[in-house]
């Protein structure tokens, strides 16, 4: 059974950091590529950041390009987003996401946040950015 575990949001000061983290079982994330996407009351879903199987691409949206980064640690099998110099426009509950390697999206090398792509989600873990 495939599961996805979301963790390490909290609230933080504006300018504060946090860590998500997205542990899997049931699957290798080293082979699959791996989405973050946040959901803000009243908002529609945004992609936020992805990594391709093997690390070999990276994307980020602008919004948080230069302040978030994404990391893989094969050997815990886990994923991470590095989040830094956050803005209470960063308020959001964060999911991560994988697809099944046979999935018709998945191809060698490439990621992208196109969230109707991915088969397995994270339940979510509520990022608050306030003072």
């Known amino acids: 059974q495939v599961q996805l575990v979301d963790s390490g949001g909290g609230l933080v000061q504006p300018g504060g950091s946090l860590r998500l983290s997205c542990a899997a079982s049931?699957?290798?994330?080293?082979?699959?590529?791996i989405g973050w996407f946040r959901q803000a009351p009243g908002k529609e879903r945004e992609g936020v950041s992805c990594?391709?199987?093997?690390?070999?691409?990276?994307y980020y949206a602008d919004s948080v390009k230069g302040r978030f980064t994404i990391s893989r640690d094969a050997a815990k099998n886990t994923v991470y987003l590095q989040m830094n110099s956050l803005k209470p426009e960063d308020t959001a509950v964060y999911y991560c996401?994988?697809?099944?390697?046979?999935?018709?999206?998945?191809?060698?090398?490439?990621?992208?946040?196109?969230?109707?792509?991915?088969?397995?989600w994270g339940q979510g873990t509520q990022v608050t950015v306030s003072s």
């Open positions: 996401a994988t697809m099944d390697s046979g999935s018709f999206h998945y191809t060698p090398g490439v990621c992208d946040v196109v969230g109707d792509e991915y088969d397995y």
């Open positions: 049931g699957l290798v994330l080293d082979y699959l590529p």
């Open positions: 990594i391709s199987n093997n690390d070999r691409s990276t």
